[in-house]
């Protein structure tokens, strides 16, 4: 066994590959826990004796630890190393896993899920920085970048299916435990195939301040729109989160243009080609969350599936979305990144807005067709994404880059669950108001029986035929979202194509 590993050093190309692996098992796992814990939620609350609101602050706890260290971990990941902090942050995961699978209490819960989150945000800016540095080839850069985004999306797709069996045959502490096997391997994997990389500049100030502020602008963002709908938008709560984002962004911004080595460099954002990718990630990864997110509710409320069978429908997305990204890598070769891009967004859009044609008599196939269309677009363009924001920065700062497309993705999937279930919310009650005065119990079909004895019923179907049309609104609205990526997506400029290669210069 040892022999064959020191061959596979021996070979650069089979090791670049095997780094890959590596940093995918890190990444699946991290996104898979984030998503697989809210079908726990119900064994959970049972077991705690809590209530379904105080349950919503172990989702919510862990989303705000995650979003907050983002950016420190990238600079770390910059500076003291890359393989050190991704191993690091992956040990600790582990350790938090386990923690989090022995809580006996909501309080120790919340805390192990802290430690959970922090751990895992040092996956994805150090893994980005990783396969970038290990792929100094455009094309073979632009797959590797397009193979590991693919598998940060299906593993949102793969948690309703692999946390059912998992918890019905198991407990909901299975989906924390059996992250301690998984991990071992991942980690010795990471300690034998991935090189150290830093840096050439050393970190001699660390943007304490500026990480600070972050963090507190970040955490206020992240709570109102996770427990804005709850609190409404115009609550004192809401207006208090409001309030400390706006201030303390604007100390962060003062803070980081002073600072000699600020946390996020706002040199990248006079960076068109960056903005406008930036711009078209946060859409379509708000489109895709939110979309993820509505889809299992309508499934299992109006189509009367359950949770596997719910998860099944996932599985040819997954597939789709990894199958379709070497051909956006294959197309670019021959077609600038933005027009794949584009044409990617537009397709993901197309798919969403076909979501807005289910009714209670969709079979599976109206709900697959969809999400197979969307992981197509989705997965055509996530190369081109990925690669252009790694090949804009310089390679020490790969780290810093890759932390702000990690925090917009982050805050879209939460940008896109706190819109998407607003609109469904005012939609519904629009709706049963006006399906309401347009509708009357028919009189005559009723007979002599009281018409109150039909009342129930006919307050039921309003209110059913209220929550059908204001997911067709939703999704109408919500590709929107993508369609304006799409266009967006056109703005940015490349300078040159290496057909050779595969690198991409941008302005």
Not at 304 to 312: L, S, V
Not at 328 to 340: A, D, H, N, T
Not at 479 to 499: D, R
């Given at each position: 066994m040892i022999k064959k590993i020191r061959s596979i050093k021996n070979n650069p190309d089979n090791l670049r590959w095997l780094v890959l692996l590596t940093v995918i098992i890190g990444t699946f796992l991290g996104r898979l826990d984030q998503t697989i814990v809210n079908l726990a939620l119900p064994k959970i609350i049972g077991d705690f004796n809590i209530t379904v609101s105080a349950a919503g602050w172990i989702a919510t706890a862990y989303i705000l630890a995650n979003a907050i260290f983002v950016p420190i971990w990238g600079k770390l990941g910059d500076t003291i190393g890359r393989k050190k902090v991704y191993i690091l942050g992956f040990s600790i995961f582990i350790f938090g896993s386990v923690?989090?699978?022995?809580?006996?209490?909501?309080?120790?819960?919340?805390?192990?899920?802290?430690?959970?989150?922090?751990?895992?945000?040092?996956?994805?800016?150090?893994?980005?920085?990783?396969?970038?540095?290990?792929?100094?080839?455009?094309?073979?850069?632009?797959?590797?970048?397009?193979?590991?985004?693919?598998?940060?999306?299906?593993?949102?797709?793969?948690?309703?299916?692999?946390?059912?069996?998992?918890?019905?045959?198991?407990?909901?502490?299975?989906?924390f435990l059996i992250n301690l096997p998984i991990g071992i391997i991942g980690i010795l994997m990471a300690m034998s195939f991935i090189r150290e990389s830093v840096s050439e500049k050393k970190t001699v100030k660390f943007d304490f301040w500026g990480a600070g502020t972050l963090g507190i602008a970040l955490s206020a963002l992240v709570l109102v729109l996770d427990k804005g709908l709850e609190w409404g938008w115009t609550s004192l709560n809401s207006f208090s989160c409001y309030l400390s984002v706006l201030i303390f962004l604007a100390v962060f911004i003062r803070i980081e243009k002073k600072h000699p080595e600020p946390l996020v460099d706002f040199k990248f954002f006079k960076i068109g080609a960056f903005?406008?990718?930036?711009?078209?990630?946060?859409?379509?990864?708000?489109?895709?969350?939110?979309?993820?997110?509505?889809?299992?509710?309508?499934?299992?409320?109006?189509?009367?599936?359950?949770?596997?069978?719910?998860?099944?429908?996932?599985?040819?997305?997954?597939?789709?979305?990894?199958?379709?990204?070497?051909?956006?890598?294959?197309?670019?070769?021959?077609?600038?990144?933005?027009?794949?891009?584009?044409?990617?967004?537009?397709?993901?859009?197309?798919?969403?807005?076909?979501?807005?044609?289910?009714?209670?008599?969709s079979g599976a196939l109206g709900i697959i067709i969809p999400l197979s269309i969307m992981a197509f677009g989705m997965g055509l363009g996530m190369a081109q994404r990925t690669n252009i924001i790694a090949s804009i920065v310089p390679v020490n700062e790969i780290g810093i880059a890759s932390s702000i497309l990690a925090l917009a993705r982050n805050i879209a999937g939460a940008f896109g669950i706190a819109i998407f279930s607003t609109i469904l919310s005012d939609a519904t009650n629009s709706?049963?108001?006006?399906?309401?005065?347009?509708?009357?119990?028919?009189?005559?079909?009723?007979?002599?029986?009281?018409?109150?004895?039909?009342?129930?019923?006919?307050?039921?179907?309003?209110?059913?035929?209220?929550?059908?049309?204001?997911?067709?609104?939703?999704?109408?609205?919500?590709?929107?979202?993508?369609?304006?990526?799409?266009?967006?997506?056109?703005?940015?400029?490349?300078?040159?194509?290496?057909?050779?290669?595969?690198?991409?210069?941008v302005e």
């Open positions: 923690l989090a699978g022995l809580a006996w209490d909501l309080s120790s819960m919340i805390v192990f899920r802290i430690i959970q989150a922090i751990a895992s945000s040092a996956d994805y800016p150090t893994a980005m920085a990783i396969i970038a540095v290990t792929f100094r080839e455009g094309k073979e850069r632009a797959q590797a970048l397009g193979i590991w985004s693919a598998s940060f999306a299906a593993a949102a797709v793969f948690g309703p299916l692999i946390g059912g069996p998992l918890i019905d045959n198991f407990s909901w502490r299975s989906v903005i406008h990718t930036l711009i078209n990630n946060f859409l379509i990864f708000m489109g895709m969350m939110g979309g993820i997110f509505l889809i299992p509710i309508f499934a299992q409320t109006f189509l009367g599936y359950d949770a596997t069978q719910t998860g099944y429908l996932f599985i040819p997305m997954a597939f789709i979305m990894v199958a379709s990204s070497p051909l956006g890598v294959f197309l670019g070769e021959k077609i600038q990144p933005r027009f794949i891009i584009a044409i990617s967004t537009f397709i993901a859009g197309i798919g969403l807005y076909l979501f807005s044609y289910l009714d209670p008599r709706n049963v108001l006006t399906i309401a005065s347009h509708s009357a119990i028919n009189s005559v079909a009723i007979g002599l029986k009281p018409m109150t004895n039909y009342l129930p019923t006919f307050i039921s179907l309003v209110i059913l035929k209220a929550q059908i049309s204001a997911y067709d609104t939703v999704f109408a609205i919500s590709s929107l979202f993508l369609f304006t990526g799409a266009f967006l997506a056109l703005l940015i400029k490349i300078k040159k194509i290496n057909k050779l290669s595969g690198e991409i210069i």
